[in-house]
């Protein structure tokens, strides 16, 4: 039994036999089944989201009461803020930054993956480990690397005569934002190229053999054949991957904690402050509320592929 | 450019293709090296120099993680949120999933086009709600509310997962069991289930994986050291002005050998279970 990947999804036109009614018990069992699945995204997810609503529209404060009622008065204050544009152009181009690179090393992977040697499959296995470790020791580690005083690098660089003294890697705010970035790729990039992977080796190897008798070079090959092949999964990855990087409240937390000077202060790690540290609750629930047009449409995009994939 | 890279003969393309492999392996491998050989080293090495391989290697930092940091009982208080959230979404959500895809009732064309919205929706939106929702019902330091946190995210994924599998799985055995005179129910408990088993295994090795892995709603729900979760546990060594690079090495390494073992034992159904849903991350 074959697992269903992704490409294998991609690549084979969805054709399911449509099973008919057989029984009209249908609908009761249907309700009935579903039911349990219901009331938990109902009352675990409808209704916190509701909340979230109502909460942006109160001056609630943690462990003051349930809050007034003052209209838009939290979203006002945001987009007045000062630093609000600055904080949603920060969110955006580290995102996009860090997407796509995912991207482009996940291709370079994947591409040199896919070939016959001895040992592959274990490598492949091996270079899964940064999707499967958790995040927060990832992380854990990195910031230790990275350290200025008693880092990993800094006695790296100290031992090979590179630096003469410590460099505090995560208080510059060039180097912060460029390490946040490159602790993000280094834990997506694996996932993104084993997908990738796994759809160029559904492209058949005929047509790769049709297009070097016809005189196709390398690049040619690549980019008629090997890039429409993988155009579904790419999209899927890409579209869903810039969803979490996103929302990625993890990696800045543990690594930067915002800093220096809020140069790593992403969207949802704004919120968090917000909320855990000021207790603005009112002030952190609006804040992903307004944000959520930009992530509507990343999901409606989505929705898009999908249906594409999967037209019921 | 285009010219140059067509006329690369196939062996040094080759060559480029192995060291591309073998840089990025490293930068794989290093943190992870660096890890382990520093859970063996003592403090003063640590901090003093650059060693390769621990001088004088030690077990005391394990030592220190197990008996003055607690983290035997962090491990065990995740283990039993990570079962207990695995096993409750699974079932609910093969329900959901073969109802989804198999039965035709109104509503049921809304509902499978809002899993994946449901699934989707920013956890930075979820956490105030969810927090003061927990609070209020009295749950929070407590192990049901950190199941319920996270089988909040973890059934609409779990739900589209699966329901992704049964659509690619053929119904003709289904069908022929139903005409036979088999019950809906039995066919489901008999054939689906059966044959959706690799499907089953690899959603609970992402879902245990996810719990195991979370953070942030372990921050916020549970404070209280007689249920603090292993990440908690874990970065809280960061937390005091000064670091315990060894024992939360130690512990480190300790944390991630049940997430590793499973995904060892079960690669199989994890690489060829690959779904653009646990791109998550």
Redesign the interface.
């Known amino acids: 039994?074959?697992?269903?990947?992704?490409s294998?999804?991609a690549a084979?036109t969805?054709s399911?036999?449509k099973?008919?009614?057989?029984?009209s018990?249908?609908?009761?069992?249907?309700?009935i089944?579903?039911t349990?699945?219901?009331l938990?995204?109902l009352g675990?997810?409808g209704?916190?989201?509701v909340?979230?609503i109502r909460?942006s529209f109160t001056d609630r404060m943690v462990g003051r009461g349930p809050g007034r009622w003052v209209g838009l008065a939290n979203y006002e204050y945001i987009w007045g803020w000062p630093g609000f544009a600055e904080m949603v152009t920060r969110t955006v181009l580290i995102t996009i930054a860090a997407v796509t690179i995912k991207t482009l090393?996940g291709l370079?992977?994947a591409?040199?993956?896919n070939?016959n040697f001895k040992g592959r499959d274990v490598?492949?296995?091996?270079?899964?480990?940064?999707?499967?470790?958790?995040?927060?020791?990832?992380v854990?580690?990195?910031?230790?690397?990275f350290?200025g005083q008693?880092g990993?690098l800094n006695?790296?660089l100290?031992?090979f005569g590179l630096i003469s003294e410590n460099i505090p890697f995560l208080a510059q705010k060039g180097s912060a934002v460029a390490l946040l970035i490159f602790v993000m790729v280094?834990?997506?990039y694996?996932?993104y190229a084993?997908?990738f992977l796994?759809g160029m080796q559904t492209i058949s190897p005929e047509l790769y053999d049709a297009a070097k008798v016809d005189g196709a070079?390398?690049?040619?090959r690549f980019r008629h054949i090997t890039l429409p092949g993988l155009r579904q999964?790419m999209g899927?990855?890409i579209l869903?991957?810039t969803?979490?990087t996103m929302?990625?409240?993890?990696i800045p937390?543990?690594l930067t904690g915002g800093g220096p000077s809020n140069a790593t202060e992403v969207?949802?790690l704004l919120?968090?402050h917000l909320?855990?540290q000021n207790f603005r609750?009112g002030e952190?629930?609006a804040?992903?509320?307004m944000?959520?047009p930009v992530?509507g449409l990343l999901?409606l995009a989505?929705?898009g592929y999908?249906d594409k994939e999967?037209t019921? | 450019m285009t010219r140059l890279l067509d006329r690369i003969p196939e062996s040094v393309f080759r060559v480029i293709s192995a060291l591309v492999i073998v840089i990025l392996f490293s930068m794989i491998l290093f943190p992870l090296y660096f890890m382990v050989t520093t859970a063996f080293k003592f403090e003063r090495e640590i901090y003093s120099e650059l060693t390769w391989i621990p001088r004088d290697p030690t077990i005391s930092n394990f030592r220190d993680a197990i008996f003055n940091f607690h983290i035997p009982l962090y491990l065990s208080n995740t283990l039993l949120v990570a079962v207990s959230t695995t096993a409750i979404v699974v079932v609910v959500s093969v329900l959901a999933s073969y109802a989804l895809t198999r039965l035709r009732f109104p509503g049921r064309a809304v509902m499978a086009r809002g899993v994946l919205f449901v699934y989707l929706i920013p956890g930075s939106l979820m956490l105030i709600p969810m927090y003061l929702i927990i609070v209020k019902a009295g749950l929070k330091d407590t192990f049901p509310g950190l199941i319920i946190a996270n089988m909040s995210f973890s059934v609409p994924f779990c739900t589209w997962l699966m329901m992704g599998y049964l659509r690619t799985l053929s119904s003709e055995i289904e069908e022929a069991s139903l005409i036979d005179g088999c019950t809906r129910l039995r066919s489901l408990w008999h054939i689906v289930i059966p044959l959706s088993l690799p499907a089953i295994i690899t959603a609970a090795i992402f879902i245990f994986n996810n719990v195991w892995n979370e953070y942030i709603f372990a921050l916020v729900l549970a404070q209280d050291d007689q249920h603090k979760m292993i990440s908690v546990g874990l970065a809280n060594f960061y937390r005091s002005d000064y670091y315990m690079i060894g024992p939360m090495m130690a512990g480190s390494l300790i944390a991630m050998t049940p997430v590793v073992i499973l995904y060892i034992l079960a690669q199989r159904h994890v690489v060829g279970g690959l779904s653009a849903g646990a791109v998550k991350g």
Request: net charge positive.
């Open positions: 039994m074959t697992q269903q990947t992704l294998q999804r084979s969805p399911p036999k099973l008919r009614p057989l029984f018990g249908d609908v009761r069992l249907g309700w089944l579903v349990p699945a219901l938990v995204v675990m997810v209704y916190p989201f909340e979230a909460i090393v370079i992977l591409t040199s993956l070939q490598l492949r296995g091996i270079f899964m480990l940064p999707w499967i470790l958790p995040t927060y020791i990832i854990l580690v990195w910031r230790w690397i350290d008693t990993l006695q790296i100290m031992s280094w834990k997506g694996p996932f084993l997908t796994a070079g390398r690049l040619a999964v899927v990855v869903l991957s969803i979490w929302n990625t409240l993890e937390m543990l969207f949802p919120t968090y909320a855990m609750l952190g629930a804040l992903p509320i944000m959520l992530i999901v989505v929705a999908m999967a019921e």
